[in-house]
């Protein structure tokens, strides 16, 4: 038999019939005696197991994996992190958190990395986007995103590890773990009275009464959104503080019954209708704070706003009495509810 007539991947060496296969740079071979039909019937069978060992990468060879653009994972990502449960079945992060992300995603790095190769993020285009990111934001805003950005990465691997997921090409390292994060800026913006008084006609105007006095519970109370969504008509301000932990009962009783459905969408409008584009809700807080300064003890105004650096304090009282808070809550009260 002509040697040329053979199918590729046998040959001829002195009439000896052999399979020759290269991979990885290197030749396999093997010898089938003498060219006979019964000899090349059994090399071509060895071929195709050879040939199909390579496909499976039991020769040393991985075919590669699919590649996929950011926008893709991206989708992936929001669909099983936002419906990741708990051992109980519970879902694991609630609206805002998801909320959170879903704008991380939409407004900054979708946009940015949404047509790159998922597999071929580096470094330096992280360090790109942010050099972009922060001529619109603050750093502390970028450095939260980041967060999302860095784990939809690590999500993304330890479901492909674990095999929740179909495999494709990932980065060899996590681009964001070698970015630096901008160092935190400490606020200063304060709203004034007169800014206050605004926001709560906004509120009218808007017709959200509701609304004006969520605002108006916010800056009598100090206290954060999560703190103020626990709260309910009727009853006194008795809670530990979220974020410090601190124990603390505020002789506030809540007037009316908070509503904080769609409340983004709600701040936002009356903001943008007081002409605060500016502010934050969490300044609401500090408000309340500002507008008793040389009025009462500054020690007395830090307990009553359960600031998490009064550690000596925090360490001495398992609550604070309500009898040492009720002139400041009597007198913010008063402050907030004639501007």
């Given at each position: 038999m002509n040697m040329k007539a053979l199918p590729r991947g046998l040959c001829l060496d002195h009439g000896y019939l052999q399979v020759r296969l290269m991979h990885k740079g290197k030749l396999y071979c093997k010898n089938f005696g003498l060219h006979t039909p019964e000899s090349e019937e059994i090399a071509m069978i060895h071929l195709a197991e050879k040939r199909k060992e390579i496909l499976q990468s039991k020769a040393g060879i991985i075919p590669p994996l699919p590649r996929k653009r950011f926008a893709e994972v991206s989708a992936l990502y929001y669909k099983r992190w936002q419906e990741t449960e708990d051992a109980d079945g519970l879902r694991v992060h609630g609206a805002s958190g998801i909320r959170r992300v879903y704008d991380g995603l939409r407004v900054s790095i979708d946009p940015f990395f949404g047509q790159f190769w998922y597999d071929g993020i580096k470094p330096r285009d992280v360090m790109e986007w942010r050099v972009q990111r922060v001529r619109s934001v603050e750093g502390t805003t970028v450095n939260r995103e980041q967060a999302i950005l860095s784990s939809l990465f690590a999500h993304v691997e330890s479901w492909i590890k674990l095999e929740q997921i179909k495999a494709f090409a990932i980065p060899a390292e996590n681009p964001c773990t070698f970015v630096a994060k901008a160092k935190l800026k400490k606020r200063d913006r304060v709203i004034s009275p007169y800014e206050i008084s605004k926001l709560k006609n906004a509120a009218n105007e808007l017709r959200d009464e509701?609304?004006?006095?969520?605002?108006?519970?916010?800056?009598?109370?100090?206290?954060?959104?999560?703190?103020?969504?626990?709260?309910?008509?009727?009853?006194?301000?008795?809670?530990?503080?979220?974020?410090?932990?601190?124990?603390?009962?505020?002789?506030?009783?809540?007037?009316?019954?908070?509503?904080?459905?769609?409340?983004?969408?709600?701040?936002?409008?009356?903001?943008?209708?007081?002409?605060?584009?500016?502010?934050?809700?969490?300044?609401?807080?500090?408000?309340?704070?500002?507008?008793?300064?040389?009025?009462?003890?500054?020690?007395?105004?830090?307990?009553?706003?359960?600031?998490?650096?009064?550690?000596?304090?925090?360490?001495?009282?398992?609550?604070?009495?309500?009898?040492?808070?009720?002139?400041?809550?009597?007198?913010?009260?008063?402050?907030?509810?004639?501007?």
């Open positions: 509701n609304g004006r006095d969520n605002i108006a519970l916010a800056v009598k109370t100090c206290l954060s959104l999560k703190d103020l969504k626990t709260l309910k008509f009727g009853e006194i301000v008795d809670l530990n503080r979220s974020k410090t932990g601190v124990s603390v009962t505020i002789p506030i009783t809540v007037t009316h019954t908070p509503d904080w459905s769609n409340w983004r969408s709600r701040w936002e409008a009356i903001r943008a209708r007081a002409g605060l584009l500016d502010i934050q809700f969490k300044d609401l807080r500090k408000a309340g704070g500002n507008l008793l300064l040389g009025r009462h003890d500054v020690k007395l105004i830090s307990l009553y706003m359960g600031h998490a650096d009064q550690k000596t304090t925090e360490a001495f009282y398992t609550k604070i009495k309500s009898d040492k808070m009720k002139s400041l809550a009597q007198d913010l009260s008063e402050i907030v509810d004639s501007l």
